[in-house]
């Protein structure tokens, strides 16, 4: 079986995402995108924002492990 690693490249303005799959050796693309904030929202709401995105994601997607770029 297949196992789904989420990426995550954080960001307040764009945090990029991306799933890949690993199959033994096998690496295979699934989705990947970004979740714009608004600029001139709150530090606050634009956490918001991110996390139900990223919330969003995680259910769609059922990621095994997550990776986040330092």
């Known amino acids: 079986p297949a196992i789904r690693i989420l990426g995550i490249d954080p960001g307040l303005r764009h945090t990029g995402w991306g799933i890949v799959g690993i199959d033994g050796n096998r690496l295979t693309f699934i ?12 530090l606050a709401e634009r956490l918001v924002t991110i996390h139900d995105g990223l919330s969003r994601i995680v259910a ?9 770029e330092a």
Not at 31 to 42: F, L, Q, R, S, V
Not at 60 to 68: I, K, L, S
Request: net charge negative; aromatic share 4%.
């Open 31 to 42: 989705a990947c995108n970004c979740i714009h904030t608004n600029e001139k929202a709150t």
């Open 60 to 68: 769609e997607f059922a990621p095994d492990e997550a990776a986040v």
